[in-house]
């Protein structure tokens, strides 16, 4: 298998319908989901535990067939092909290291299973060990090694096959904080220079957006809403996406008026949006508010209850009667738990969407 | 430091003699204390010593002495004698040869088909997995006479096998078969099944069920997930189990004393040098030998198990 074989055109990976239940007339876990996987790019599956982000990755995989629905690849129904035979690689969750084999063991696996000679499986696995910066643990035994190199060693093993959609069960999970957001900077610039059709799960919003070109969000079994995540975050099409894609203050079941105004529990709030007047949602992001001194143009009093320096920003958990509220202001603004703040929405703050049946 | 304080925050001599009293009764019930974790483990060590003195090396020592003296009083002469009287007897070594091979073919039977039902047990799920789990567990708590005595009654010269299959086909097939080499081996390998099964269930229980989806998902078909992914990790188990099974059917007697019709075994020829013989030295050199055969077996399967373990994965 040459290295040239990497550069031919990513692949197209296209999912039509899915359904699964692991419990025959239980809750599934896969609801009806279709998507097609941008070639060449990393897209980031997003959904607490329980979301069926996992499963989507095992029916790509082949590893949990799913009851109905189809998996496509370069427009070839590959559903009923089994796992071996797809040419994917797959990065688990903790990481799935042979313990009885050494490091570069570990990676020559799948080319061993392919039947290619010692020396050559050895030169291409040492080569994968460089593009993950470890080949000075090739003789090593996996127990000996740390959680961070155990994790590139997995990938190595997962790309020495050279494959054609890469698969990732939320592989920096496993790590403590710090060496996950190393790991994630330098995995961002691996998996762009590969340019591999890639499908990444994880339940790290954070991880999702600094690594994706697309998201899917998944709730229930279902995608609740796929994009870019600036669109995710800008623009969230349902209450659950607000809330699960950076910090945000959702209101749902309130009404717009006819004047356009958005009846909040606390305060009738403007806003830019064509939403006809009825029911809707809408959402306050931290940082849509401003302080005023001139109370006559605030929107609304807020008390702070507690309050928490993040950096460049100060983090404030307000309230306004009964009605809690987090807002984010630039570090230095003066605050003070109990002393009322007069704080004004700043224009396109309030962002509203006509309720859905149910939302 | 405690003391200390007391004293100076209350000068009054009747409040000042209780804190002190309590402080040197603390004192005192700290050294208990400090005694108490000493000498408890040393004394626990001590006693434990003293059992395994009484347990195994007196009992073995009284053994190997026996051996090598002359009678059966205990205090007569050193010799080499009942080894070369053991050594020298076609029918021991032949008894000896029997118990090795046989011990040896059991146990690589029991491996071998006790690996496909413990593996079953563990990764399946099937309506009835308890009563299949009891099938394979309860002879467990069978001795070797019931077996040899349920082998007789059903392959025995008039069996129910046999009256079965005359009634079928008309001629008595395996008539007799408890009593040759097959119904042996058949024997005791039955005897070895729920242990062979429950040391082998416990070890495939300890295996990583991703390792084999990696693998997979990698390109190995199962054949190569079970010679490079699964095997290397059950190597150890396969090795003990073999020696575990081995050493009990090297030691086992109550099948082969109730089918011993063509047969004898190392543990049998022990048993008519005692009750029937009287010859307490000579059975004393012959368990000598078992016991250094078991022994090697063992020592030889961990040495194996220690050179093949994997590496315990690390916990992250």
Redesign the interface.
């Known amino acids: 298998m040459p290295s040239s074989s990497i550069s031919t055109a990513p692949a197209s990976l296209e999912l039509r319908g899915l359904t699964k239940a692991y419990v025959r007339g239980g809750t599934p876990a896969l609801n009806g989901v279709s998507h097609s996987f941008a070639p060449g790019k990393v897209t980031v599956v997003l959904g607490p535990s329980g979301s069926g982000k996992s499963t989507v990755l095992g029916a790509i995989s082949g590893l949990v067939p799913p009851d109905t629905g189809g998996v496509w690849l370069d427009g070839r129904d590959i559903t009923e092909l089994a796992p071996e035979k797809r040419g994917f690689g797959m990065v688990f969750q903790n990481y799935a290291l042979f313990p009885h084999l050494s490091v570069v063991e570990n990676v020559e696996f799948g080319l061993r299973v392919r039947g290619l000679g010692r020396e050559e499986r050895r030169t291409q696995a040492l080569e994968m060990l460089h593009l993950t910066r470890i080949p000075h643990l090739a003789g090593r035994r996996v127990h000996e090694i740390s959680g961070g190199e155990q994790q590139r060693v997995a990938v190595a093993r997962a790309l020495a096959v050279r494959p054609t959609v890469l698969l990732m069960d939320e592989p920096l999970s496993a790590l403590d904080a710090r060496l996950r957001d190393d790991l994630r900077a330098e995995l961002a610039r691996l998996l762009r220079e590969l340019a591999l059709t890639t499908v990444y799960v994880t339940h790290d919003q954070a991880e999702a957006m600094s690594l994706g070109h697309e998201l899917l969000v998944m709730q229930r079994g279902r995608i609740e809403q796929a994009g870019r995540a600036e669109d995710l975050y800008l623009r969230p099409a349902s209450p659950f996406v607000a809330g699960f894609i950076g910090a945000a203050n959702v209101f749902a079941g309130v009404e717009r008026l006819s004047d356009g105004t958005v009846r909040l529990p606390f305060a009738n709030l403007p806003a830019e949006s064509d939403v006809p007047p009825g029911p809707c949602w809408a959402m306050l992001r931290p940082e849509s508010f401003e302080l005023v001194r001139d109370s006559g143009r605030a929107d609304f009093t807020a008390v702070p209850e507690a309050i928490f320096f993040l950096g460049a920003q100060v983090r404030a958990q307000l309230r306004i009667g009964e009605q809690p509220l987090t807002a984010e202001f630039p570090a230095g603004t003066p605050l003070e738990p109990g002393r009322p703040l007069a704080l004004r929405v700043r224009p396109g703050g309030l962002y509203v969407r006509a309720a859905e049946n149910g939302a | 430091m405690n003391s200390e304080l007391v004293q100076t925050a209350a000068p009054a001599s009747a409040r000042e003699a209780a804190p002190a009293l309590s402080a040197r009764e603390c004192e005192r019930s700290s050294r208990a204390a400090l005694t108490l974790r000493v000498l408890a483990p040393a004394l626990g060590a001590a006693a434990l010593t003293a059992l395994f003195f009484a347990l195994l090396v007196w009992p073995l020592l009284c053994l190997l002495l026996g051996s090598l003296r002359e009678g059966n009083t205990g205090d007569g002469a050193f010799t080499w004698e009942n080894y070369r009287t053991f050594f020298g007897s076609r029918r021991m070594l032949g008894a000896l040869w029997s118990s090795v091979w046989i011990s040896l073919l059991v146990a690589f039977l029991s491996v071998a088909l006790c690996l496909g039902p413990a593996w079953l047990l563990v990764r399946y799920r099937f309506p009835g997995k308890r009563v299949v789990r009891a099938l394979f567990t309860l002879p467990m708590s069978f001795s070797g006479i019931l077996i040899g005595f349920l082998s007789v009654i059903m392959l025995g010269r008039i069996g129910a096998v046999p009256q079965f299959a005359e009634w079928l086909t008309g001629t008595p097939w395996l008539s007799g078969f408890a009593y040759q080499l097959g119904g042996v081996l058949l024997a005791y390998f039955y005897f070895e099944i729920p242990r062979a099964t429950l040391a082998l269930e416990a070890a495939l229980r300890k295996l990583?069920g991703?390792?084999e989806?990696?693998?997979?998902?990698?390109?190995?078909?199962s054949g190569?997930i079970f010679r490079?992914?699964v095997f290397?990790?059950i190597l150890p188990a396969l090795l003990s189990t073999f020696a575990l099974t081995f050493c009990v059917s090297l030691g086992s007697f109550g099948v082969v004393l109730i089918v011993s019709k063509r047969f004898t075994l190392l543990p049998l020829e022990i048993f008519q040098q005692i009750i029937a013989s009287n010859r307490f030295p000579l059975a004393a050199a012959m368990s000598v030998v078992l016991l250094a055969l078991a022994l090697l077996v063992t020592l030889g399967s961990r040495w194996l198990v220690e050179r093949f373990q994997?590496?315990?994965?690390?916990a992250?």
């Open positions: 990583d991703r390792l989806s990696a693998a997979r998902s990698l390109g190995a078909s190569q490079w992914v290397p990790q994997p590496p315990v994965p690390s992250r």
